[in-house]
C-alpha cells in the first residue's frame, strides 16, 4: 500500500471521528452540563452536592430526569379546583400559628395532590413526582423537599418537643418550618395559578421559571400569618 493511500486513509478516518464527536454533542444537546446549569439552577447545584461533588454523575442524573419529564403536558385546573386547593393553602397557612408541624404536614398533602392533578406524577410516587417538577418548576421544587421532609419526619414518628411554644419536628425547628412553608408556597403558586402552556409543552425559563414570579399570585396572608407565629414565641 503507497504512503499516499495509507495517508488518505489516515485523513478519512480522522474526519469521520471529528464527525461522530461533532454529532454526539449535538444529540446531547439539552444534556450539556451549561445547558443543565441553566435549565436547574439551584437544583443542579444540590444534585452535585449529594453526589458529593461529582458534576458528570449530577449530570447524568438530570439529564435522566429531562428525557423522562421533558415532555410531561400539565392539564388546566378547574375553576372550583383552584378555589378549593387556595382555601386548603390558606387553612394551611392559618394552622401555622398554632400547630407549625401540622401545618406543614398538610402543605406536602397539598403540593403532592395539586401536582398530580396538574398532571405530574401522583398516587403517592414522590420521588417521581419531585423528579418531575425539577425538571419544570426548578426554582421552587426544594420547598416541597422540605415540607415532604418535615411531614415524613413526623409520620415516622421522630418529631420530638422542644420545650417551647413551637416543636421541633423531625429535627426542624419552626423557623426551618417557616421558611419551608414560604419556599412551598411559591411552588404552590407556580402550579396553582391558569398558565398558557396548559395543555401543551409545559416549557421553561432559565432556572426553570415560566416568566412571571411566583409572587404575584400569592395570597398576601402567608407572610402575615408566619411573621405573627414568629412574634408570639419572641
Same mark, same amino acid.
Given at each position: 500500500m503507497?504512503?499516499?493511500? *495509507?495517508?488518505?486513509?489516515?485523513? *478519512?478516518? #480522522?474526519?469521520?471521528?471529528?464527525?461522530?464527536?461533532?454529532?454526539?454533542?449535538?444529540? /446531547? &444537546?439539552? @444534556?450539556? &452540563?451549561?445547558?443543565?446549569? /441553566?435549565?436547574? &439552577?439551584?437544583? @443542579?447545584?444540590?444534585?452535585?452536592?449529594?453526589?458529593?461533588?461529582?458534576? $458528570? #454523575?449530577? !449530570?447524568?442524573?438530570l439529564a435522566q430526569r429531562v428525557k423522562l419529564h421533558g415532555d410531561l403536558r400539565t392539564r388546566p385546573l378547574e375553576p372550583a379546583e383552584? $378555589? /378549593? @386547593?387556595?382555601? &386548603?393553602?390558606?387553612? #394551611?397557612? !392559618?394552622?401555622?400559628v398554632d400547630s407549625p408541624g401540622d401545618a406543614v404536614a398538610e402543605a406536602d398533602r397539598l403540593l403532592a395532590d395539586l401536582a398530580?392533578?396538574?398532571g405530574f406524577p401522583g398516587d403517592g410516587r414522590y420521588e417521581e413526582q419531585l423528579a418531575a417538577l425539577s425538571v419544570h418548576h426548578a426554582r421552587h421544587v426544594d420547598g416541597y423537599r422540605r415540607v415532604h421532609r418535615v411531614a415524613q419526619a413526623? #409520620?415516622?414518628?421522630t418529631h420530638r418537643p422542644n420545650g417551647t411554644h413551637g416543636t421541633h419536628e423531625g429535627g426542624?425547628?419552626?423557623?426551618? =418550618?417557616?421558611?419551608? =412553608?414560604? $419556599?412551598?408556597?411559591a411552588l404552590f403558586d407556580d402550579l396553582v395559578r391558569p398558565s398558557r402552556h396548559d395543555g401543551g409543552d409545559h416549557r421553561t425559563g432559565p432556572h426553570g421559571t415560566r416568566g412571571k414570579?411566583?409572587?404575584?399570585?400569592?395570597?398576601?396572608? =402567608?407572610?402575615?400569618?408566619?411573621?405573627?407565629?414568629?412574634a408570639k414565641e419572641s
Open positions: 503507497s504512503t499516499g493511500l *495509507i495517508i488518505a486513509l489516515i485523513v *478519512i478516518v #480522522a474526519v469521520v471521528v471529528v464527525a461522530a464527536a461533532v454529532l454526539t454533542l449535538r444529540a /446531547r &444537546g439539552p @444534556y450539556r &452540563g451549561a445547558h443543565l446549569k /441553566r435549565r436547574f &439552577g439551584p437544583e @443542579y447545584d444540590r444534585a452535585v452536592a449529594r453526589h458529593d461533588g461529582d458534576a $458528570e #454523575a449530577a !449530570e447524568r442524573e383552584r $378555589e /378549593r @386547593y387556595e382555601a &386548603g393553602w390558606t387553612a #394551611a397557612q !392559618e394552622r401555622f398530580a392533578a396538574r413526623r #409520620a415516622d414518628g426542624a425547628g419552626t423557623e426551618e =418550618m417557616r421558611e419551608a =412553608m414560604v $419556599e412551598a408556597r414570579t411566583a409572587a404575584h399570585g400569592r395570597s398576601p396572608h =402567608m407572610p402575615s400569618l408566619l411573621h405573627r407565629r414568629q
